[in-house]
């Protein structure tokens, strides 16, 4: 497996995720097209193409680089 190297530095680079520490039960997931609420506030999320997401970091400088997986469903 080819290691990915820091696009700021050149070191290397180790898979992650990002989580929301008020919502530690879910990883991140990237949604196609431009946010839109429900007049309740909930964002409009159904029909959307989703993407499950993971981060990089480089392990000298903290670069983190994100980048999509799937599509899910
Ligand atoms: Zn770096």
């Not at 190297?5 to 530690?24: H, Q």
């Not at 997401?53 to 480089?58: A, E, F, K, L, Q």
Request: aromatic share 12%; with cysteine.
């Amino acid at each position: 497996m080819k290691t990915e190297r820091c696009p700021k530095c050149n070191s290397e680079m180790v898979d992650g995720f990002l989580i929301d520490r008020d919502k530690a039960d879910r990883v991140q997931t990237w949604f196609e097209g431009e946010p839109s609420k429900y007049w309740f506030g909930m964002l409009r999320l159904r029909g959307r193409a989703r993407f499950g997401v993971v981060t990089r970091r480089c392990r000298r400088c903290g670069f983190l680089e994100s980048f999509a997986t799937g599509p899910e469903r």
